[in-house]
């Protein structure tokens, strides 16, 4: 259990008005640790960090180089950032800083998740959207971190490289192989057929089309590959996913059991909770009994694994 001591306080900056609310002090099992100070809302100002800005800022803090907002999408730089902000709540070595995997973008924001929820930021995080790399959900969440950031740094020291083990500050560019083969490729063909020699052109044609061929080829090799990643991405994902699904659903199993025991049974709001976990919708069946078992131990085994 922990013992908060909640404040609340406005502070203006740049004439805008930021309203604040953190528990400072928190104490779980005889152990002190400072909480965050949440930023619940800021007004919409002109003093707007420019997106230059905000690159800038996010480079020198964690020794990145980042070149556009949309590599936020990641997740990788919030966790630092956290990392920063609250020492030991965010394992470095799990965070992914050079993948282009959608599904381990998400492993990231998870992380992220599980160290607000530590610390007491009562933020949510739009990962389906932060996910996709689109600008401007990713510009709207970073100006809130950056306040949230500026609401919590205490200006100590911070290596950012060492502490994410030396991992590149930005996912590594896809090269493009098949697509400078095969510009490089018709150069030859193109020499050889505006020569003046009848034998030559016949000769020049044949070697274009092999060497097209093969820049084809390696074209649908890279292709294959990252409809592999994808795959493999998805089928992740849906683990993922599954195991959720039966963690909460052990949950409810033992609500369910305390609502029928008998110093529960009669009472009025353990009628009302009953009716919830019993109410269906249509086109929804309940599972058979021999299914309900099966769903039941594979909740408890992913419950323990938690």
């Known amino acids: 259990l922990c013992v908060w001591s909640p404040s609340f306080y406005a502070a203006e900056r740049n004439d805008e008005r930021v309203l604040f609310s953190g528990c400072k002090v928190g104490q779980s ?124 740094y205490d200006g100590k020291e911070y290596d950012a490289l060492a502490a994410r083990g030396g991992q590149a500050g930005a996912p590594a560019a896809a090269a493009p ?55 493999a991405g998805l089928q992740l994902t849906l683990d993922s996913v599954e195991k959720e699904r039966d963690f909460y659903f052990a949950k409810l199993r033992d609500i369910e059991v305390i609502c029928q025991e008998p110093d529960c049974v009669d009472l009025d709001v353990t009628s009302r909770i009953l009716e919830i976990l019993y109410a269906t919708e249509d086109g929804f069946a309940p599972p058979e009994e021999d299914e309900l078992a099966q769903v039941e131990v594979e909740a408890e085994e992913e419950q323990e694994e938690y």
């Open 29 to 152: 099992l005889g152990r002190t640790y400072s909480m965050a100070v949440n930023v619940f809302h800021t007004a919409v100002s002109s003093d707007n960090i420019s997106r230059h800005d905000m690159l800038t800022w996010i480079n020198s803090t964690l020794q990145l180089n980042y070149t556009k907002i949309e590599q936020m999408s990641s997740g990788a730089a919030y966790c630092q950032f956290m990392d920063l902000l609250f020492p030991g709540f965010v394992p470095m070595k799990r965070v992914k800083f050079s993948t282009r995997l959608e599904h381990e973008y998400l492993g990231n924001f998870k992380l992220l998740q599980t160290a607000f929820k530590k610390v007491g930021v009562d933020k949510p995080i739009p990962l389906d959207r932060l996910v996709k790399g689109r600008f401007q959900d990713n510009f709207e969440f970073v100006q809130w971190f950056k306040r949230f950031f500026d609401a919590n």
């Open 177 to 231: 192989a098949a697509r400078r083969a095969a510009p490089a490729a018709r150069k030859p063909a193109v020499a050889a057929a505006s020569r003046p020699v009848a034998r030559a052109a016949p000769a020049a044609s044949s070697s274009a089309r092999v060497v097209v061929g093969v820049a084809k080829s390696a074209a649908n090799t890279s292709q294959m590959d990252e409809i592999r990643e994808q795959l």
